[in-house]
């Protein structure tokens, strides 16, 4: 399975690669706005004396649950530009 591509395929490959990159960088802002604000939420709720400790343990679950989950879409998605980048490399050339 060596042919060649046409030059519409390239093309098309180039602007799905390139909508993947996006979205790939899109998620990454959108995790690290997330974290940081339930950072600082977990910080107030850590330093009030009268917050009760179910709350903080739930929230601190619910960010390590996230974590996760965000860490498996996110090793998908590299696995995809990787093929991606690889397939532009073999057939561009």
């Given amino acids: ?3 060649k591509l046409s030059v519409e395929q390239i093309n098309r490959l180039w602007q799905h690669r390139l909508h993947e990159d996006t979205m790939f960088n899109t998620r990454m802002n959108f995790f690290v706005v997330f974290e940081s604000i339930l950072i600082a939420v977990v910080g ?4 009030n004396l009268l ?9 601190i679950v619910l960010g ?8 498996y879409i996110q090793g998908k998605q590299k696995f995809l530009l990787d093929f991606l980048k690889k397939k532009m490399r073999r057939d561009y050339t």
């Fill in 64 to 71: 390590i649950i996230i974590t996760i989950i965000w860490t």
């Fill in 44 to 47: 107030i709720l850590f330093t």
């Fill in 1 to 3: 399975m060596n042919e």
């Fill in 51 to 59: 917050s009760s400790k179910p709350i903080l343990i739930s929230i």
